[in-house]
């Protein structure tokens, strides 16, 4: 059901590469909820991806842009605002990588200049994103940029790895560019610390399939998935949510606020009894 939350608004849509990323999820709910946006990606994710096919289901421009790189994004930003007519109501930054965990190394052994890819593109580039925008004054008075985190930025999860420093940063950087931007242009900077999700970049995550079920047996509410997530981003979007900034929302179904659920502690105990090894 469609409520018209975005009727009139403009937005950029960053990450989405096909159907099994949030980024893609948002961009359905964006324009069913009335705005229209640009689409971006890098260009090598582009040739990857489907993300045309999107473009043409909601009306909207894909216009490849390298995040990591300022002039790229300057340029981003100015075709961005021409082709919709004005300046940008919201945007999302839904971008994340890390070689090292493609690489399958442990957090122990990394590659260090793997890790600076990992802070770069998944962390620097939403400073480089909000430091363009600031710089063109690309965002209207009261505008929304969300960003999407992890729980593992304050709790260690086995085989995030690197992941888990870049979303710290992230989600620090939110809160430094809120403040800055709050306070001169009333535009709202956030993060969403999103349920693990089958992604095409969460599919690379060591044991994800263990991970999905750990986390939905101890969430009350089970794992959010990547169309909650749009549901809650486009929310995010509105002008339903004018005065929350600087946050990291948690969207996981209670999971952070969990110690142990009856349904994770059945299932440990279960493993005792099928291998009372592991109890020695």
């Known amino acids: 059901m469609a409520y018209n939350l975005l009727k009139g608004k403009r937005g950029i849509i960053f990450g989405a590469l096909n159907d099994m990323s949030i980024a893609w999820k948002v961009a359905e709910r964006a324009h069913e909820e009335g705005a229209i946006f640009v689409l971006t990606n890098t260009p090598v994710a582009l040739r990857m991806g489907e993300l045309d096919s999107l473009a043409e289901k909601t009306g909207s421009k894909v216009i490849p842009a390298d995040a990591t790189d300022v002039n790229a994004l300057e340029d981003l930003v100015k075709q961005s605002m021409e082709l919709l007519g004005g300046k940008i109501d919201f945007i999302l930054h839904s971008i994340g990588m890390s070689p090292n965990v493609r690489k399958g190394l442990s957090y122990d052994k990394l590659n260090y200049g793997y890790y600076q890819k990992t802070?770069?593109?998944?962390?620097?580039?939403?400073?480089?994103?909000?430091?363009?925008?600031?710089?063109?004054?690309?965002?209207?008075?009261?505008?929304?940029?969300?960003?999407?985190?992890?729980?593992?930025?304050?709790?260690?999860?086995?085989?995030?790895?690197?992941?888990?420093?870049?979303?710290?940063?992230?989600?620090?950087?939110?809160?430094?560019?809120?403040?800055?931007?709050?306070?001169?242009?009333?535009?709202?900077?956030?993060?969403?610390?999103?349920?693990?999700?089958?992604?095409?970049?969460?599919?690379?995550?060591?044991?994800?399939?263990?991970?999905?079920?750990?986390?939905?047996?101890?969430?009350?509410?089970?794992?959010?998935?990547?169309?909650?997530?749009?549901?809650?981003?486009?929310?995010?979007?509105?002008?339903?949510?004018?005065?929350?900034?600087?946050?990291?929302?948690?969207?996981?179904?209670?999971?952070?606020?969990?110690?142990?659920?009856?349904?994770?502690?059945?299932?440990y105990d279960k493993s005792f009894r099928d291998c009372p090894e592991l109890g020695d």
């Open 119 to 267: 802070l770069d593109v998944s962390a620097l580039s939403f400073h480089k994103v909000l430091y363009v925008c600031r710089k063109l004054d690309a965002i209207t008075e009261w505008g929304s940029v969300v960003a999407l985190s992890y729980v593992a930025a304050q709790r260690t999860l086995y085989g995030y790895n690197d992941m888990a420093d870049a979303k710290s940063l992230l989600e620090s950087i939110a809160r430094s560019f809120g403040y800055i931007y709050g306070r001169d242009k009333k535009i709202r900077v956030n993060t969403i610390s999103q349920s693990p999700t089958l992604t095409t970049a969460g599919s690379g995550v060591k044991g994800i399939d263990r991970l999905l079920d750990f986390s939905e047996r101890m969430s009350p509410l089970g794992n959010a998935t990547a169309d909650d997530c749009a549901d809650y981003c486009v929310t995010m979007f509105s002008d339903l949510t004018k005065k929350v900034t600087m946050q990291n929302l948690f969207h996981d179904g209670g999971f952070s606020s969990m110690g142990m659920s009856f349904r994770a502690m059945s299932q």
